[in-house]
T-cell receptor
Framework: DTGVSQNPRHKITKRGQNVTFRCDPISEHNRLYWYRQTLGQGPEFLTYFQNEAQLEKSRLLSDRFSAERPKGSFSTLEIQRTEQGDSAMYLCASAKVQGGRETQYFGPGTRLLVL | RKEVEQDPGPFNVPEGATVAFNCTYS??????FFWYRQDCRKEPKLLMS???SGNEDGRFTAQLNRASQYISLLIRDSKLSDSATYLCVASQRSNDYKLSFGAGTTVTVRA
């Protein structure tokens, strides 16, 4: 499978715990995005990378959230001191700009439940 | 106001019918548009890209109206497998291609 992969697929944690999610993008894609999706809503942008550089963080991303892409390949998203409001699907997408256009391809997501 | 607005539906249609729905966007600088399909508890999957006035792919046709700032999606000869939520997406090169999603339109095709 050469698509975007995410691990774990599901995570249940207690409030106050830290969690980390991983995303492996399509190998030739240099751009990687993180989104959060709650029930009945479309995905909301959180942050993105071009190679290893984190170019933007949404105001949705509080100080408890941090993302890295250390070698420009896989990325991790960490949530510290989780809150019940963090429960959501966390989606990763990868892309490559070609001819002034970009198409994003999504991974299967990590579904987080904070108890 | 959300950047991309969609009629949430649901649109319940019989198999073989034609169904169409619109999406409006507020940022006139939006240049690229996409329709993604999302099945329950799954990730969004790209259905169609729309860069000019429209695009057609088999039973699916997307039309873009820049003057009125809306995009439509039409599904002909609906199949049971077309039942899903359809997400309308806009992006701007000036905003470094970040995607703005609508909340989705739910379509249910019944036998």
């Amino acid at each position: 499978d050469t698509g975007v992969s995410q691990n774990p697929r599901h995570k249940i944690t207690k409030r106050g715990q830290n969690v980390t999610f991983r995303c492996d993008p399509i190998s030739e894609h240099n751009r990687l995005y993180w989104y959060r999706q709650t029930l009945g809503q479309g995905p909301e942008f959180l942050t993105y990378f071009q190679n290893e550089a984190q170019l933007e963080k949404s105001r949705l991303l509080s100080d408890r959230f941090s993302a890295e892409r250390p070698k420009g390949s896989f990325s991790t998203l960490e949530i510290q001191r989780t809150e019940q409001g963090d429960s959501a699907m966390y989606l990763c997408a990868s892309a490559k700009v070609q001819g002034g256009r970009e198409t994003q391809y999504f991974g299967p997501g990590t579904r987080l439940l904070v108890l | 106001r959300k950047e991309v607005e969609q009629d949430p539906g649901p649109f319940n249609v019989p198999e073989g019918a034609t169904v169409a729905f619109n999406c409006t966007y507020s940022n006139s600088a939006s240049q690229s548009f996409f329709w993604y399909r999302q099945d329950c508890r799954k990730e969004p999957k790209l259905l169609m890209s729309v860069y000019s006035s429209g695009n057609e792919d088999g039973r699916f046709t997307a039309q873009l109206n820049r003057a009125s700032q809306y995009i439509s999606l039409l599904i002909r000869d609906s199949k049971l497998s077309d039942s899903a939520t359809y997400l309308c997406v806009a992006s701007q090169r000036s905003n470094d291609y970040k995607l703005s999603f609508g909340a989705g339109t739910t379509v249910t095709v019944r036998a």
